[in-house]
């Protein structure tokens, strides 16, 4: 039996194996381009193809693909063989340079927002040799980019790629200004926690809601939920372990450095972290580690669930993106060392950060917003829609001594006393947790709280790169011209301290005080709904700096805008007509059979002894049927109120319709059926439970 070690990464075209198979020229040229984000050399195209081809064969790889991430949320491929006629009839393995930097995808099938017209249907997918190749199952699989016949990028590789070099392009001025000519290449690098659930296949099958929608859309509150807090880091059950441990050899084939797992808060709920690594890669694993979480769970005979609110009045499931900066020869730039309150380069790349964050949060909102995303953020489990930053005691202190041009007294490590003389002694951190902040500082990372478990970490990657690229650009304008930099760095720092502080809150921020404090007096924003923040994304700040530094086009930018909130649309819509049918076609038959059978006791028992007076039934028939006629009537009303949606005259009304209109329905006509599962017999409800799906893996 092989050991980690030997197979870690074993699937994957690799600096190990680029080493062994390339001509030494060919691999330093292509390590020159993958290391430095250098021009790639199209010459090198065939000899690289010639030795993926000859290494995936010898893994058994029969096909190659064109991996790439359109505008769909999920990773799409199109297989070809290797298969090429030989003149002896028989066939040989072939692929070239061609076919491994372009491929040609149907382009017209894909969320284009208006960039492609339905019967345009040429696009290209063009090889991004910054993430390895790999092989899944039996076919080579290469990283792509996905670009429209007219340039236009149709994917979210392609804005990654823009928004990491704009950020190393001017974090590169920056640490020149401060003497560093050693880095040749900044980067951020992301470590993404991924949340999920875990429920039987058995009880998935049996209800329509998640097979359509992939959350309950309706469900009466079970006895017990997470009120004890006895799931979270509790004993992993052998059913989740056995799928635990398939998962993480799957992943570690595929060079995902797959790390920490855990039992989650909620029933069900689990949690899997990898190792940073560089944003692009990054987002590459992320998509593969969804995709391998969904597969292998059906091997196990279960169902994961990525919805981001499965189950209503339970915590759901985020997606903890940690993002950092670091150079290429190793240094972390959000390292504060000892003496942050010394460390000018660290406090301006601080201060790059704030500025950026109160700069941009409706762009940070609009990068997490989709209609499960909704349903999560502000609730007593993920942070709310309001954006703010927590840095700490130690950093707090630092930044309000600068801003007041007053000595700095430091902070003093603690140490831990428990009590217990065999006990290890150690200091504490200078800085606490905050669960609750959407952006919050741990110690040389900040943690970006408000992606939702299903969504790609591309898109808030993008805005954060090209939002802090911004600030920093503008303090290398502004530090280049200057005629005495340590006074304008000093000077800067403390101006952006006090025009940003109000992003800064180290507080609760479950706490409606805080809410409406952000919004009252900081002026923050506070973009409940995807409907609130989705049309900002076109604003004139939001697009000038976007296209400034080249992440998106105007056009790209209004394409996505409009995707994003039909997708919204879509999403809501599915969600009221998979409601409407299951309230009329099951779940008030299920009521009206109990019912039925109650009354005919009563009459039965009346048979027998016409002096009973039957209250109990009597009592029970009536509230049935009198919850029978508030589903029957708000199920009318659902469906009146996505019938309005035709006559929406644009994509912006349309999703406002669904805002004001259709989500309040979907929520009256819940709580009708969620209160009739509460009286309705168990045998005749028609579908599993809470109960039954939370607490059904053992």
Avoid at 355 to 382: M, P
Avoid at 633 to 638: D, G, I, K
């Amino acid at each position: 039996m092989k050991t980690i070690p030997e197979y870690f990464g074993s699937m994957v075209f690799d600096d190990r194996v680029m080493r062994a198979k390339l001509p030494a020229k060919v691999y330093a040229s292509l390590k020159h381009t993958i290391d430095e984000g250098a021009a790639l050399d199209p010459g090198l195209a065939n000899e690289v193809a010639a030795a993926m081809k000859d290494w995936a064969i010898s893994k058994g790889a029969t096909h190659f693909t064109h991996w790439f991430q359109p505008l769909t949320g999920i990773t799409a491929e199109k297989h070809d063989s290797f298969i090429a006629p030989s003149p002896d009839g028989g066939v040989i393995m072939e692929f070239s340079g061609k076919g491994l930097i372009k491929g040609e995808p149907d382009a017209s099938s894909f969320p284009s927002g208006g960039l492609r017209a339905t019967f345009e249907a040429r696009g290209y997918t063009a090889w991004d040799p910054t993430s390895y190749a790999f092989i899944k199952g039996n076919t080579l699989c290469i990283p792509t980019a996905f670009c429209s016949y007219g340039g236009h990028a149709l994917d979210k590789k392609t804005p990654l790629l823009r928004s990491m070099e704009a950020l190393n392009k001017q974090a590169l001025r920056i640490l020149r200004l401060f003497g560093n000519t050693a880095a040749r290449h900044v980067s951020s690098s992301v470590g993404p926690e991924q949340e999920y659930f875990l429920i039987s296949k058995e009880m998935y099958d049996a209800r329509p809601d998640l097979r359509f929608t992939g959350r309950t859309l309706f469900g009466a509150k079970p006895p017990k939920g997470q009120e004890m807090d006895d799931h979270y880091f509790g004993t992993i059950k052998p059913r989740v372990a056995a799928y635990m441990a398939e998962l993480n050899e799957e992943l570690w084939k595929l060079g995902i450095m797959a790390k920490t797992e855990h039992n989650e808060v909620a029933p069900a709920q689990h949690e899997l972290a990898p190792i940073f690594t560089t944003t692009n890669i990054a987002t590459d694993h992320n998509q593969l580690t969804m995709e391998m979480m969904q597969k292998i769970a059906s091997k196990h005979g279960l169902v994961c669930l990525l919805h981001e609110k499965p189950f209503a009045g339970i915590n759901g499931s985020g997606k903890h993106n940690n993002w950092s900066i670091e150079t290429d020869d190793g240094h972390n730039l959000l390292s504060p060392g000892a003496t942050p309150y010394e460390n000018a380069q660290f406090l301006l790349f601080l201060c790059a950060v704030i500025k950026a964050v109160d700069d941009y949060q409706d762009l940070l909102r609009i990068s997490v917003a989709t209609a499960g995303n909704d349903h999560r953020l502000g609730a007593n489990e993920a942070p709310p829609a309001v954006i703010s930053m927590f840095l700490g005691d130690e950093l707090n202190a630092v930044l309000e001594a600068i801003e007041t041009d007053t000595p700095y007294k430091g902070t003093e490590k603690t140490q831990m006393k428990l009590g217990v003389d065999v006990l290890p002694k150690f200091s504490r951190d200078t800085t606490d947790r905050n669960r609750t902040s959407p952006f919050a500082y741990t110690g040389n990372k900040f943690e970006f709280r408000m992606l939702g478990s299903s969504n790609s970490i591309a898109c808030a990657n993008i805005m954060l790169n090209a939002a802090v690229a911004e600030s920093l650009k503008i303090y290398a304008d502004r530090l280049e011209g200057a005629a005495d930099f340590e006074s304008e760095l000093h000077e800067m720092i403390k101006e952006t301290i006090k025009a940003h502080k109000r992003i800064i809150f180290n507080g609760n921020g479950y706490d409606d005080a805080w809410i409406r404090e952000a919004t009252e007096v900081r002026g923050l924003l506070n973009y409940r709904t995807t409907a609130d923040c989705m049309p900002h994304l076109m604003d004139k700040k939001n697009v000038d700096m976007l296209t400034s530094h080249k992440v998106f086009t105007v056009e790209e930018l209004r394409s996505r805008r409009d995707i994003m909130l039909e997708n919204y649309c879509k999403t809501v819509t599915i969600e009221a007509n998979t409601m409407i049918n299951m309230a009329s076609t099951m779940i008030t038959p299920a009521i009206e059979r109990f019912s039925a059978d109650i009354a005919r006791n009563a009459a039965a028992k009346k048979g027998l002894d016409p002096s009973l007076a039957c209250a109990y039934e009597t009592a029970l028939v009536r509230k049935l049927s009198d919850l029978t006629d508030a589903i029957a009537a708000r199920t009318s009303e659902l469906q009146d109120a996505v019938i309005a949606l035709h006559d929406a005259g644009d994509i912006i009304s349309e999703s406002a319709m669904i805002r004001d209109n259709v989500l309040p329905k979907m929520c009256e006509l819940r709580l009708s059926c969620d209160e009739a599962e509460t009286v309705t017999d168990k045998k005749y409800w028609p579908m599993p439970t809470y109960a039954d799906i939370l607490f059904s893996v053992r």
